[in-house]
C-alpha cells in the first residue's frame, strides 16, 4: 500500500475521472483516504533531461 502513496507523491491525487473505473468501494474508500497531493513538476525535477524524455515521461 504504500507503492500507492508514493505514485501520488510523484503523480499527484487522481481526478474524479481517474476513479470512475474502480467498481470496489473498499478500494475507493482507500484511494480516496490518501494524502491529498499535487503532482511533480517533472520538468523542474529532471531539469537536465531532453525536452522529448519529458514528453515521454
Sequence with gaps: ?????????VLGFPSKDDLKF??????????NCLP???G????????????NVLDFL
Design 22 to 31: 474502480i467498481s470496489d468501494q473498499k478500494a475507493l474508500d482507500y484511494i
Design 40 to 51: 511533480t513538476n517533472f520538468a523542474e525535477k529532471f531539469s537536465k533531461c531532453d525536452k
Design 36 to 38: 491529498k497531493k499535487k
Design 1 to 9: 500500500m504504500d507503492q500507492l502513496i508514493v505514485i501520488t507523491k
